[in-house]
């Protein structure tokens, strides 16, 4: 069996990014043992905002898809990237341009013009800038404002989780579980927030964290993929879920859509919805 293949996808958008990631992972999902090493941007409007995007690629190059409709800044980036060698695909170019010749009309080249300007909109976008402020034990003491705090030990995709949930509209902050370093004492105290904690089996997580390493060339040996320390690790963050009676989701085999479904059918039960 040939050893699973690394690679780095940038996905720019000027909207939630929410029809890159379904598409990018439905490719990926046709080619076997290849892992998506992803980059997301969201909500980039400005030369400013895709400077910064492009050093990023520049520092970690792959492949970039793209949703953006300012023509300026698409020129920009795929200047950038030709320039580079670097493969870009506009995910929603040929669909728009096959309606186009369909209706025979131009389209509106509208900035995220899929989303209605209404309450719901609204509350997506606060949703995004809530989980990217409140991500990896950031501004703990702004979670009482979540709906929903993740906890789990590293590598159990509570990052990509939160953003998940804030595309659906959930106000989503996570806490990563160290060992020998508690949880801030808040997390124990929050009363309207569902806190979920997030299990794994250790023979999945040193599986993940030994891919991870690999990506990076990184082959010092740490705690981080020893075996017995990892073991620990999880009973650790385990019995912190048990004492404090949090609803559980295994994420050993599931994928971050699925975890996040999950959540949502616990928040909706939570709420008598």
Not at 6 to 26: I, Q
Not at 59 to 65: D, E, F, I, K, L
Not at 89 to 109: C, F, K, Q, T, Y
Not at 167 to 188: Q, S, W
Request: charged share 25%.
């Amino acid at each position: 069996m040939r050893p699973a293949i690394y690679f780095n996808v940038h996905l720019v958008s000027d909207s939630t990014g929410e029809t890159l990631n379904a598409v990018m992972r439905a490719a990926a999902a046709q080619f076997d043992r290849t892992i998506p090493l992803e980059h997301n941007y969201y909500l980039v409007r400005s030369e400013r905002q895709l400077d910064r995007v492009m050093a990023e690629i520049e520092g970690a190059p792959g492949v970039v898809w793209y949703t953006i409709s300012d023509e300026d800044l698409r020129r920009k980036l795929e200047q950038f990237c030709r320039q580079r060698g670097i493969q870009t695909l506009p995910v929603l170019d040929p669909s728009i341009h096959m309606l186009s010749r369909h209706l025979g009309i131009a389209a509106s080249e509208r900035v995220a013009g899929q989303h209605s300007m209404n309450a719901e909109y609204f509350k997506r976008i606060s949703a995004i800038d809530f989980a990217l402020h409140h991500d990896d034990g950031q501004n703990v003491q702004g979670l009482v404002n979540a709906d929903v705090v993740l906890l789990g030990v590293s590598r159990t995709s509570k990052t990509p989780t939160c953003v998940y949930l804030a595309n659906r509209g959930v106000k989503a902050g996570n806490i990563p579980l160290v060992p020998g370093i508690p949880p801030p004492p808040l997390i124990e105290e929050l009363r309207d927030p569902m806190v979920v904690g997030l299990k794994i089996g250790a023979e999945r997580l040193l599986q993940i964290r030994s891919q991870r390493l690999m990506a990076l060339n990184e082959s010092n040996q740490t705690d981080y993929t020893d075996e017995e320390a990892v073991r620990a690790e999880i009973t650790e963050a385990n019995r912190l879920f048990q004492r404090n009676k949090w609803p559980v989701i295994d994420v050993s085999r599931r994928s971050v859509e699925e975890t996040a479904a999950a959540i949502l059918n616990k928040l909706s039960e939570r709420n008598g919805v």
